[in-house]
């Protein structure tokens, strides 16, 4: 689509059109073209920018990462149409491997995201046919099927754009979770150790840029990093943020004089 480079709405329309290719090429559900929608609307809120908040929460993502002994990134369909080069370039930056996961899954799917993550660099990717052939215990949807060499031995998992089921199943076996979520109030924000409350495309970007800051400190430092953190507290402030914004926006002339 040519979209005009004075559109006001340009860069919202440029990730819509990512994740339609994505739909088209067979990497994105049509399902989650509904989920982005939500997503935007928050993101409207929260007023299109990384909040503080945010920035506090990568910075203790970072951390988390670089401390793992196993860290694994799952990736959907909207994650690998939106941030490709980004998931290629934190598994590089951590040694963490990159693993498919899909509520909707085909092995037609599975098969073009994985491709689309080779063609951006990805060295191997995980949870693809055969290779999702554990399960994780009283999940019953298709992202149950994790590989074994991935998410299943992972001590540190970064599932972007998660569904709540799985990031409370992968609590229960005891790993630390990582989410990036525009919604403070879903059950994967509330659930994780660590909420990025931003929208991924900004978020991954600078995830890269703060893991390339923390490498090599020492690791002292990183785990103070993560104990001084509190998502708890992540969550509230970023509700009072989206609290104050509605206020004072309902306290301004909105409508749009042309």
Not at 97 to 111: C, D
Request: aromatic fraction near 4%.
């Amino acid at each position: 689509m040519n979209i005009p480079f004075n559109h006001p709405r340009r860069e919202s329309l440029l990730i819509r059109e990512r994740l339609v290719d994505g739909f088209r090429n067979g990497i994105v559900a049509p399902e989650g073209l509904i989920a982005h929608g939500r997503g935007e609307c928050f993101d409207y809120i929260l007023g299109e920018k990384t909040q503080e908040f945010a920035l506090r929460a990568i910075e203790a993502a970072a951390a988390a990462i670089l401390l793992a002994n196993h860290p694994v990134i799952s990736v959907n369909g909207n994650v690998a149409a939106l941030v490709p080069e980004y998931i290629v370039k934190l598994a590089e930056e951590t040694g963490a491997l990159i693993e498919v996961n899909l509520f909707y899954r085909t092995r037609e799917r599975e098969e073009a995201i994985k491709q689309h993550l080779l063609s951006h660099g990805a060295r191997e990717v995980l949870g693809v046919g055969e290779d999702a052939s554990a399960t994780i215990p009283e999940l019953f949807s298709e992202r149950r099927r994790v590989s074994p060499r991935g998410i299943l031995i992972a001590d540190v998992v970064l599932v972007p754009l998660e569904d709540g089921d799985r990031t409370e199943a992968l609590k229960r076996l005891g790993k630390f979770v990582v989410t990036i979520d525009l919604n403070p109030l879903s059950r994967t924000a509330r659930t994780a150790d660590v909420t990025i409350i931003d929208n991924v495309v900004r978020a991954m970007p600078l995830l890269v840029e703060k893991v390339r800051e923390l490498k090599g400190r020492d690791r002292g430092v990183l785990k103070e990093t993560i104990s001084r953190y509190n998502n708890n507290e992540t969550l509230q402030e970023a509700l009072r943020f989206i609290s104050h914004r509605l206020v004072e926006l309902a306290s301004r002339e909105l409508r749009i004089r042309v």
